[in-house]
């Protein structure tokens, strides 16, 4: 075959009003009253006829273990694929459906379940479309820069580390976009990869939003066509510049500045190589040189995903049994508060942590080590790598700056969300992302020399191919 072959699907997944909304401990609100941008699951299908991938883009937040089982299991039941040759990689919008900590809803449960049961077989549907529409494409990268992101942890001078705008630490603006064209040189789908918790919108906002990653993708539809899907970043440790609002205008805007930086690079991207041959002279007012752009003949694209299970060390918490009885007189309390409509937002703040504490003290529980999916997937100089959970974005660019690969994408959220992976640095300055950590401080260094090794294992075409200039 030529030629790779890739497919789109999408799903609407927007939830009925009155749905379960937002993933706050600061919000007062438990439903949602209503859409302001529609929520999808995106599909991409490729496949060279001796390997196929599905890559879906979810507008959600993520899934614990059961769930993001339950998907993965939905998405290759209907579409014959295994499991390690699909990959579901959520958004992480926070003003999305409640898909995770359910245990603090009090109101509109049971329209939560509901919904959370419909999605696993939504998400597959697309999965199957995309595989339906399979066609031949070329494919290319390219890269910006937009500067709607920054390093999020801030320490305060007494020494408390917060979620908040630290310019002075490092953070990395490249948008990353990969285009896929069929023969006719029409779009079929453009992957937008940048990295930024999506949490403009925040614990004042009752309304169902995609947060950025929604607009980006409407912009880039709009301005080239065929389908976008958002790959979020290694955004553990970056947010917005923006952010924490129940103002709506203001997701939009930055979503539409990072879509427009990433249609502009989409449209500077050419998939079919060509070559500039002279052909002679116009004599004008000026002697004005002419030229053909030659098509270059196609080549096969080379195409590979590999999986690898990593084995990390555990973080280490309270006993599981103490942090169980925490969260059982943390939830009476905000019983309580609800009844008297009297500081329900600590209440709920402080089951919030409790309950993220003792979910992931129970993964871990008796155990040194936990085991989490590495994923790449390399197409010719591109490769994506992903893994599970939050990475800091400094893990990010470590594995960007040891590929080999022209065009180097790392995620995390994928496949499931389970937990923060801070870098070894941020356990000695302590904060909210290490306590609920699954992980201790050698995982850093240990998915960064995995990811550079399953690189290495692709027959890479040489770092003096990384030599390049933005768009090229």
């Avoid at 979910?359 to 790449?376: D, I, S, Y």
Wanted: with cysteine.
């Amino acid at each position: 075959m030529p030629h790779l072959q890739a497919g789109t699907g999408r799903s609407d997944i927007t939830p009925a009003p009155g749905t379960p909304q937002g993933i706050w401990g600061a919000q007062l609100h438990q439903r949602g009253a209503g859409a302001d941008m529609p929520l999808y699951a995106t599909a991409l299908a490729l496949s060279d006829g001796a390997t196929t991938a599905l890559l879906i883009d979810v507008d959600v937040i993520g899934f614990n273990e059961e769930w993001a089982t339950r998907v993965t299991t939905a998405v290759a039941e209907l579409t014959g694929l295994p499991a390690a040759a699909i990959r579901v990689a959520a958004s992480h919008t926070h003003s999305g459906p409640k898909t995770l900590r359910l245990e603090v809803v009090s109101e509109g449960l049971d329209m939560g379940l509901e919904y959370l049961e419909t999605l696993p077989r939504r998400i597959a549907g697309a999965g199957w479309q995309a595989l339906r529409n399979l066609r031949p494409v070329r494919v290319a990268a390219g890269e910006g820069a937009c500067a709607i992101n920054v390093n999020r942890r801030l320490t305060l001078d007494n020494g408390r580390v917060v979620v908040g705008r630290n310019w002075q630490a490092p953070v990395d603006r490249t948008v990353r976009v990969i285009r896929f064209d069929d023969l006719d040189e029409q779009p079929v789908a453009v992957i937008v990869h940048y990295a930024c918790h999506p949490t403009i919108m925040a614990w004042e906002n009752e309304w169902f939003t995609p947060d950025f990653p929604g607009v980006v993708r409407e912009v880039v539809e709009r301005d080239l066509g065929g389908h976008c899907l958002f790959l979020q970043g290694a955004a553990g440790s970056v947010g917005p510049i923006l952010g924490f609002t129940g103002d709506r205008a203001v997701y939009r805007r930055l979503g539409r500045i990072l879509g427009l930086e990433a249609a502009k690079v989409a449209l500077s991207i050419d998939t079919r190589r060509r070559t500039e041959r002279f052909t002679g002279v116009m004599e004008s007012g000026a002697p004005i040189a002419l030229y053909d752009e030659v098509p270059a003949p196609d080549t096969p694209v080379p195409f590979a995903m590999r999986s690898r299970t990593l084995r990390l060390p555990a973080n280490e918490f309270p006993p599981h049994a103490a942090l169980v009885e925490a969260v059982a007189q943390l939830r009476t309390a905000l019983d309580a508060a609800r009844a008297t409509g009297v500081g329900i937002r600590e209440a709920t703040a402080a089951l919030t942590r409790a309950t993220m504490k003792e979910e992931r003290a129970r993964m871990v529980r008796g155990q040194a080590f936990v085991e989490r999916q590495l994923q790449v997937l390399r197409l010719g100089d591109i490769v994506l790598v992903s893994m599970q959970d939050e990475p800091f974005g400094e893990i990010g660019e470590r594995i960007v700056a040891g590929s080999p690969f022209r065009h180097t994408l790392v995620s995390g959220y994928s496949n499931g969300t389970f937990g923060y992976m801070p870098t070894r640095a941020a356990f000695a300055e302590g904060g909210y992302e290490v306590d609920t950590a699954l992980y201790g401080p050698a995982t850093e260094d240990l998915v960064v020399e995995a990811a550079l090794a399953l690189l290495g294992e692709l027959d890479p075409p040489g770092v003096a191919s990384r030599q390049h200039t933005a768009n090229e």
